[in-house]
């Protein structure tokens, strides 16, 4: 009823309404307008309310406020105003360009088809910048065609652009043939789009052709043109080779950069280089020191936790009149922070304080990230502090992990508190937003969803545009409250504020009619999401499959795993394990066992729980000898199984007719010996049970 009486509303009447409401109040009401009913302020109405903020002191509120006006009322003025103005057509171009430099895409192609209406060309500028904002769809051909029927120059920067967004859609023949097409003259950026595009597609053979090629054109490659290659030769575990750019690329001056060593480092730790495998980097460590191999050494013994080892070689290297660099240090320190090994990692901290190098935003920021995660939220404080008193100016990458420590270890209350005090003392709202993501995101798993609308209301207040993301939140929160008629609100709210539901929007939706047996809706949803361009993922798919095998539907939830499959996306151990329990409730044991074989032949591998449902499903609704058998094979094979798996075997064992005594008191033994933990509860149940069939 509300909503209908404000949309009868004239534009003089909420003038009158906001003109007389006290200052607060005024800006409530007109946020509340223009968020929840979609209405279009009148100008005076908007300076009304500029005047407000200014006189509340909110200079950033006023800020964006002004922003937004000005966006929005200046295609009107320059169309009324100044169409017969000489400086026309450049204010024109010069707004379609900011337009799409600020990412409003649709924005800026209004205003392009405006221009075409007024007769006004637009500058090969403002293509490029649409063209590059646009790159990964096929509009990109459509705007082309235009610059060549406007007889405009395509600039070298025009044809990069181009070549980067077919390559990034893996049409490399297309690009190809747009190069000769167009007599492109080679350079560096070229070449480096195209052998990015086959490095990726896994030619990397002819990304190495390109290589050389370079060469033979007259240009230097640069430190991308190796990353690209020596990325590429990770992958496929050549190593050696990749080490050997490396070299090369610092013969030549060009590093190797921070993204060398992380390619390299996570190339060491992808193919187990630290499992007794070191005939490669010895043999390279004995040809001379190298400082670039003994980093890669370091950071692999680090990445999976043999931290003392990794120490050592750096003594050994430091021996040798080796130093480490900057650079080194980041990514040790990076390496021992993913794997929990602070102590160490603030060692290090401490070693680079007291010498000529010093810690950076990032050191402090990784190991402020590491200390959080794992609970020791006050020593991320005081190191934060630290590198405030060092004059290292902190952005909201060392705030986010103490935000969600306080969250989750100590008083969401005072996380709200530092979130005030930091974005009191910030100027960037992009940083800012992210913050206030996190708090959101932490009321609504809590159930605080009223919190956390309190916040989002804040967040406007403040002048912080909210995200994608921040609408997710709120609607995911409404949803898990069973409030669906507020989430679709908050999908409204989130396309008022020119933001496109996203793949994360619709699975939310199509959750919660999951959840409620609501299949019909579930699909509805997904025709609208692939209506709108918006690609399933596998939290999707696995949501359609958890509907159908509730429904009862297997086959066809075995149809979407195969259409799931052939778009190239991965089922994960979640999709594949709901899948083998709903064919074991229905004893198509046959089908489950084939979907465990089919999660090893795809390499994802069958975890505890996977094992669990095999055998506690054949135990209940199968045969328990099978069961016996299932779980002597895989004991064999020395699959390690978990608790529950043994338990209900013995269960089955004792609740069969007849059980059998001496199977279920060597099960139970054998369950001691692996070292799980016995209580009262396990042995009466085991008495218990036998005792009932009088054994």
Same mark, same amino acid.
């Given at each position: 009823?509300?909503?209908?009486?404000?949309?009868?509303?004239?534009?003089?009447?909420?003038?009158? /309404?906001?003109?007389?409401?006290? *200052?607060?109040?005024?800006?409530?009401?007109?946020?509340?307008?223009?968020?929840?009913?979609?209405?279009?302020?009148?100008?005076?109405?908007?300076?009304?309310?500029?005047?407000? =903020?200014?006189?509340?002191?909110?200079?950033?509120?006023?800020?964006?406020?002004?922003?937004?006006?000005? #966006?929005?009322?200046?295609?009107?003025? =320059? &169309?009324?105003?100044?169409?017969?103005?000489?400086?026309?057509?450049?204010?024109?171009? !010069?707004?379609?360009?900011?337009?799409?430099?600020?990412?409003?895409?649709?924005?800026?192609?209004?205003?392009?088809?405006?221009?075409?209406?007024?007769?006004? #060309?637009?500058?090969?500028?403002?293509?490029?910048?649409?063209?590059?904002?646009?790159?990964?769809?096929?509009?990109?051909?459509?705007?082309?065609?235009?610059?060549?029927?406007?007889?405009?120059?395509?600039?070298?920067?025009?044809?990069?652009?181009?070549?980067?967004?077919?390559?990034?859609?893996?049409?490399?023949?297309?690009?190809?043939?747009?190069?000769?097409?167009?007599?492109?003259?080679?350079?560096?950026?070229?070449?480096?789009? @195209?052998?990015?595009?086959?490095?990726?597609?896994?030619?990397?053979?002819?990304?190495?052709?390109?290589?050389?090629?370079?060469?033979?054109?007259?240009?230097?490659?640069?430190?991308? *043109?190796?990353?690209?290659?020596?990325?590429?030769?990770?992958?496929?575990?050549?190593?050696?080779?990749?080490?050997?750019?490396?070299?090369?690329?610092?013969?030549?001056?060009?590093?190797?950069? $921070?993204?060398?060593?992380?390619?390299?480092?996570?190339?060491?730790?992808?193919?187990?280089?630290?499992?007794?495998?070191?005939?490669?980097?010895?043999?390279?460590?004995?040809?001379?020191?190298?400082?670039?191999?003994?980093?890669?050494?370091?950071?692999?013994?680090?990445?999976?936790?043999?931290?003392? $080892?990794?120490?050592?070689?750096?003594?050994?290297?430091?021996?040798?009149? #080796?130093?480490?660099?900057?650079?080194?240090? %980041?990514?040790?320190?990076?390496?021992?922070?993913?794997?929990?090994?602070?102590?160490?990692?603030?060692?290090?901290?401490?070693?680079?304080?007291?010498?000529?190098?010093?810690?950076?935003?990032?050191?402090?920021? /990784?190991?402020?990230?590491?200390?959080?995660?794992?609970?020791?939220?006050?020593?991320?404080?005081?190191?934060?502090?630290?590198?405030?008193?060092?004059?290292?100016?902190?952005?909201?990458?060392?705030?986010?992990?103490?935000?969600?420590?306080?969250?989750?270890?100590?008083?969401?209350?005072?996380?709200? *508190?530092?979130?005030?005090?930091?974005?009191?003392?910030?100027?960037? *709202?992009?940083?800012?937003?992210?913050?206030?993501?996190?708090?959101?995101?932490?009321?609504?798993?809590?159930?605080?969803?009223?919190?956390?609308?309190?916040?989002?209301?804040?967040?406007?207040?403040?002048?912080?545009?909210?995200?994608?993301?921040?609408?997710?939140?709120?609607?995911?929160?409404?949803?898990?409250?069973?409030?669906?008629?507020?989430?679709?609100?908050?999908?409204?709210?989130?396309?008022?504020?020119?933001?496109?539901?996203? /793949?994360?929007?619709?699975?939310?939706?199509?959750?919660?009619?999951?959840?409620?047996?609501?299949?019909?809706?579930?699909? %509805?949803? &997904?025709?609208?999401? $692939?209506?709108?361009?918006?690609?399933?993922?596998?939290?999707?798919?696995?949501?359609?499959?958890?509907?159908?095998? %509730?429904?009862?539907?297997?086959?066809?939830?075995?149809?979407?795993?195969?259409?799931?499959?052939?778009?190239?996306?991965?089922?994960?151990?979640?999709?594949?394990?709901? @899948?083998?329990?709903?064919?074991?409730?229905?004893?198509?044991?046959?089908?489950?066992?084939?979907?465990?074989?089919?999660?090893?032949?795809?390499?994802?591998?069958?975890?505890?729980?996977?094992?669990?449902?095999?055998?506690?499903?054949?135990?209940?609704?199968?045969?328990?000898?099978?069961?016996?058998? !299932?779980?002597?094979?895989?004991?064999?094979?020395?699959?390690?199984?978990?608790? /529950?798996?043994?338990?209900?075997?013995?269960?089955?064992?004792?609740?069969?007719?007849?059980?059998?005594? %001496?199977?279920?008191?060597?099960?139970?033994?054998?369950?001691?010996?692996?070292?799980?933990?016995?209580?009262?509860?396990?042995?009466?149940?085991?008495?218990?049970?036998?005792?009932?069939?009088?054994?």
């Amino acid at each position: 009823y509300f909503k209908n009486e404000v949309l009868r509303l004239r534009t003089c009447e909420i003038d009158y /309404v906001i003109e007389k409401l006290e *200052s607060e109040h005024a800006i409530r009401f007109f946020l509340l307008l223009e968020d929840a009913f979609g209405i279009k302020h009148s100008l005076h109405s908007r300076l009304f309310v500029s005047h407000h =903020l200014a006189e509340k002191r909110r200079i950033r509120s006023l800020r964006c406020h002004l922003q937004r006006l000005v #966006l929005e009322e200046v295609c009107d003025l =320059l &169309l009324k105003r100044f169409r017969g103005w000489d400086s026309n057509p450049l204010v024109w171009d !010069v707004l379609c360009f900011v337009y799409s430099r600020k990412g409003l895409i649709r924005d800026a192609l209004f205003v392009l088809l405006k221009m075409r209406a007024l007769d006004i #060309l637009p500058s090969i500028m403002s293509y490029n910048s649409l063209l590059h904002s646009l790159r990964h769809t096929d509009m990109i051909w459509d705007l082309y065609r235009d610059i060549l029927v406007a007889e405009i120059r395509p600039t070298e920067y025009t044809k990069s652009i181009i070549l980067d967004g077919l390559c990034n859609q893996s049409q490399v023949r297309e690009a190809l043939s747009f190069m000769e097409k167009v007599e492109v003259e080679p350079c560096i950026v070229y070449f480096n789009t @195209l052998m990015s595009a086959f490095c990726r597609m896994g030619y990397l053979a002819v990304s190495k052709s390109f290589f050389g090629t370079m060469f033979k054109s007259g240009l230097s490659p640069d430190a991308y *043109s190796y990353n690209i290659l020596i990325n590429g030769l990770c992958d496929i575990g050549s190593l050696e080779e990749a080490l050997g750019f490396s070299i090369d690329m610092e013969k030549h001056g060009l590093g190797p950069d $921070e993204v060398t060593y992380d390619i390299l480092a996570k190339g060491f730790y992808l193919f187990s280089m630290v499992h007794g495998l070191w005939k490669l980097p010895r043999k390279l460590l004995d040809r001379g020191p190298d400082l670039l191999t003994y980093v890669m050494l370091i950071c692999g013994h680090c990445q999976v936790g043999n931290s003392r $080892e990794g120490l050592r070689l750096r003594d050994e290297m430091l021996m040798k009149g #080796l130093r480490l660099n900057r650079v080194s240090y %980041r990514v040790i320190i990076g390496s021992l922070c993913k794997t929990g090994q602070l102590g160490e990692a603030l060692g290090l901290l401490s070693e680079l304080k007291n010498s000529e190098l010093q810690p950076d935003s990032y050191m402090y920021s /990784v190991i402020i990230d590491g200390l959080c995660k794992l609970g020791d939220v006050e020593n991320g404080i005081r190191l934060y502090r630290e590198m405030c008193s060092e004059k290292i100016l902190p952005n909201s990458f060392p705030r986010r992990p103490i935000l969600s420590g306080l969250c989750q270890h100590r008083n969401i209350d005072e996380a709200r *508190s530092y979130l005030n005090i930091w974005i009191s003392s910030s100027s960037g *709202s992009e940083q800012d937003v992210v913050l206030y993501n996190i708090l959101i995101d932490k009321h609504v798993k809590r159930g605080y969803t009223r919190e956390a609308e309190a916040l989002y209301r804040d967040m406007l207040d403040k002048g912080i545009s909210p995200t994608a993301a921040t609408f997710n939140t709120l609607i995911d929160g409404s949803l898990r409250c069973g409030r669906l008629a507020d989430a679709r609100e908050w999908m409204d709210r989130m396309r008022m504020h020119k933001l496109v539901p996203n /793949v994360v929007t619709y699975t939310s939706f199509m959750n919660a009619f999951s959840e409620a047996g609501n299949l019909k809706s579930v699909f %509805r949803l &997904l025709e609208e999401m $692939e209506a709108n361009g918006v690609e399933a993922n596998v939290v999707t798919y696995t949501v359609i499959i958890k509907a159908l095998r %509730r429904q009862g539907k297997l086959e066809e939830s075995l149809r979407f795993l195969n259409d799931m499959l052939a778009r190239g996306l991965s089922p994960d151990q979640v999709t594949y394990n709901s @899948l083998i329990q709903s064919f074991c409730a229905a004893r198509d044991f046959e089908t489950a066992f084939w979907l465990h074989n089919e999660m090893i032949r795809l390499r994802v591998l069958p975890n505890h729980a996977t094992y669990n449902i095999l055998i506690d499903g054949l135990c209940v609704h199968g045969s328990v000898g099978l069961a016996e058998r !299932v779980f002597s094979f895989l004991r064999g094979h020395e699959v390690d199984l978990s608790k /529950v798996a043994y338990t209900s075997l013995l269960k089955a064992i004792c609740a069969k007719k007849g059980g059998d005594v %001496r199977k279920a008191k060597a099960l139970f033994r054998e369950m001691v010996e692996v070292g799980f933990e016995i209580s009262v509860k396990d042995y009466s149940g085991v008495i218990n049970r036998l005792c009932r069939r009088c054994l």
